[in-house]
Structure formats: structure tokens, C-alpha cells
């Protein structure tokens, strides 16, 4: 029975992510996601990205086997999320907040920290 809990998990926390090369450049990039605690406090999140500073290099390096390209790139982004979610027992929940985000991408990860400090919450308790 544990390892059907862990499967489920694993499976359910896969991230997936795709990117439209042909798209025009943009400086604003838009997000949805699933938000909440599993199936059990049901949630969604919207949200946008504008990119205030982006830096891009990239570095070959000569190997037995050829020229390898490795490419970097940083930014730093001003976000604003929205967002509402459930818990069906005890309360419903909308929130907005807005912050900064750096963001470190190389070849084979990407990294990002958020810093979010502007933000309103507001809880709806069942009569």
C-alpha cells in the first residue's frame, strides 16, 4: 500500500514545461498553475512575469568529441500572482501578492529564488 502512495506521489509531482521557440520575443511571460494540497484543498494560481534585467552568455568549450556550447542566462523579473483555493470542510481562500524573482538558467537546470512581499489574503468561512 506505501509504495501505491509513493507512485501516486511521484506522479503527481512531475513538472512538465514547454517553450514556443517560433513566439516573438516578449518581455512578459504569463503563468497558470495548479495550487493546493494535493486533491484534497483544491486551488488555482495566475500569475505574470516582466523581465527588468536579463543577462545572456554563452561559452564553448573545445572536447575530444567536438565543440560543447553552454549557455547561461540570469534575470531578474517583477511578478504578480493571483489566486484562490479550497479547503471543502473549514474555508475558501482568494490571495494577490507581487514581488521579485532571480532566475539562473544553464543547460541542464534552472534555479529561482522569489522574494514576495507585498500581498493580501482573505479567508471566506462557511455560514
Known amino acids: 500500500m506505501k509504495q501505491i502512495y509513493t507512485t501516486i506521489i511521484l506522479l503527481i509531482s512531475l513538472q512538465i514545461s514547454a517553450q514556443d521557440t517560433t513566439q516573438i520575443k516578449s518581455d512578459i511571460y504569463y503563468n497558470a498553475s495548479y495550487f493546493g494540497n494535493m486533491l484534497f ?3 488555482i494560481k495566475i500569475g505574470a512575469e516582466k523581465v527588468l534585467f536579463s543577462h545572456e552568455k554563452i561559452k564553448t568549450k573545445n572536447t575530444r568529441k567536438g565543440e560543447k556550447i553552454i549557455p547561461k542566462k540570469n534575470q531578474i523579473l517583477l511578478n504578480a500572482s493571483t489566486g484562490f483555493y479550497t479547503d471543502p470542510k ?4 482568494i490571495f494577490l501578492n507581487a514581488g521579485f524573482v532571480f532566475r ?6 534552472s534555479k529561482t529564488i522569489e522574494f ?5 489574503y482573505r479567508s471566506f468561512l462557511p455560514e
Open 41 to 43: 484543498n483544491p486551488g
Open 104 to 109: 539562473k538558467t544553464k543547460k541542464k537546470f
Open 90 to 93: 473549514s474555508y475558501s481562500a
Open 116 to 120: 514576495n512581499p507585498i500581498g493580501i
